[in-house]
């Protein structure tokens, strides 16, 4: 088989002098969190980034097939975004919002228009953990209501609210986090009970959240908090009709249903600027963080002005959120994905990688299951397709191989045997005749 090559790039990275990256390991272990772990069994230093590009600090370069864990959207540095973020740090960096500042204001305006229906009030803050955490403040605040449905295998953020919603036993730490949320089945044609010839399976899997409702509540609840697309479970896309049901069964409750856009939002899925429209339903919260900012610590939560009205009752204040620097980055973003048309292309590409991938299945018996949307790609790697045993560590030596040949991916799902492929939505054919092209010398060796 021959060697894969990258597709051209006029970009030449800058002569790097800092310290070496086995220095920078030394450093990091011994001055930062243990906890801290890295991808590749060599460590990946990477010093600079140009579009769908990485550079080592030998200045070899990679095609970036994760995008910094989904959260670099419209590609790395782009000089819109640059420009935007340029001039405003000269002028002012930080204010908050007790004094005005133009740039908050027309944030909110630019991206409450990209919302449906009566989403239309904006809070900025700082991660996608502190979106939701918010966002359980205010189903909470708004209904009366405690108890709080999330999904299996969901992951919402590694703060103590958010622990509670995450459900994968390796990011709950054993302290008390979960009071009040109860984890209904995860919707996954490829593993679950229902599979992808059952048309109403997803009206099977939402029927699960009346029973929990009905079994694990007091029968009223705050609320249902859902990804649209779970990522780091391994990209599960739910079946057509869950939402829908899901929503119906928790405003019967007395619930308000929260979309978690953070990894599928802004024009990822390709078909829809939001995750959620793709299952035809108008949450009441939605929160979105990563993609939203391009590689900066920005997220936010857009609700309805009635809900948002009763968080009105207190003080609610957020030192960071909304500051003049990532707003400029924010709303230079949303410009990028407008004039580069970049949904289309997410569409574009990703439809071409999805039958790419599938038809790397037909040559390669490791691959169990291909899924996604968009640019929102996940690839299940099995031993055997009967049994449906985890390939774990097939996953992670196509992993390392892949890195070997230049492309940088990611792996998700509870046991590790998912490639997740969430490049910038910037990148090519070319580049996805690259990807395709280095998997399948790495599925070949793994
Ligand atoms: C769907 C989803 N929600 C929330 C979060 C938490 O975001 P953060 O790491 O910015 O706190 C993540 C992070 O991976 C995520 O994927």
Known sequence: MKTPTLPPCDYTPRPYTGPSADEVLAVRKQFLSPALFHYYKKPLMIVEGKAQWLFDEQGRRY????????????????PHVIAAVNAQNELI???????????????????????????????????????NDLALLMARAYTGNYDLIALRNAYHGASQSTMGLTSHHTWKFNVPHSFGVQHAIMPDTYRGVHGPDDPEAGRKYADDIKSLIQFGTSGQIAGFIAESI???????????????????????????????????????????????????VIPDIVTMAKGIGNG?????????AKIAQ??????HFNTFGGNPVVCAQGRAVLEVIE?????????????????????????????????????????????????????????????????ELGLLIGKGGLTGNTLRIKPPMCITTADADFMLEVL???LQSA
């Open 230 to 280: 779970q990522g780091v479970g391994g990209t599960i896309v739910f079946p057509d009709g869950y939402l829908k049901r899901a929503y119906e069964h928790t405003r019967a409750a007395g619930g308000v249903c929260i979309a978690d856009e953070v990894q599928a939002g802004f024009g990822r899925t390709g078909t829809h600027y939001w995750g959620f429209e793709t299952q035809g």
């Open 339 to 403: 004039r580069e048309q970049l949904q289309a292309n997410s569409l574009k590409i990703g439809n071409y990688l999805k039958s790419g991938f599938a038809k790397l299945a037909e040559k390669h018996y490791l691959i169990g299951d291909v899924r996604g949307l968009g640019l929102m790609l996940g690839v299940e790697l099995v031993k055997d397709r009967k049994t449906k045993e985890p390939a774990r560590e097939e996953c992670a030596a196509v992993f390392e191989k892949a890195r």
């Open 310 to 315: 009763t968080l009105a009752t207190r003080i």
């Open 296 to 304: 900066c610590p920005l997220a936010a939560v857009v609700t309805t």
């Open 93 to 131: 960096q930080h204010t908050t919002t007790i004094y005005l500042h133009p740039n908050i204001a027309l944030y909110a305006r630019d991206l409450a228009a990209k919302m449906p229906g009566e989403l239309k009030v904006v809070y900025f803050v700082n991660s996608g953990s502190e979106a």
């Open 440 to 442: 399948d010398v790495a």
């Open 63 to 78: 095609l970036d097939g994760f995008g910094g864990i989904v959260t670099v959207s419209v590609g790395h540095c782009h």
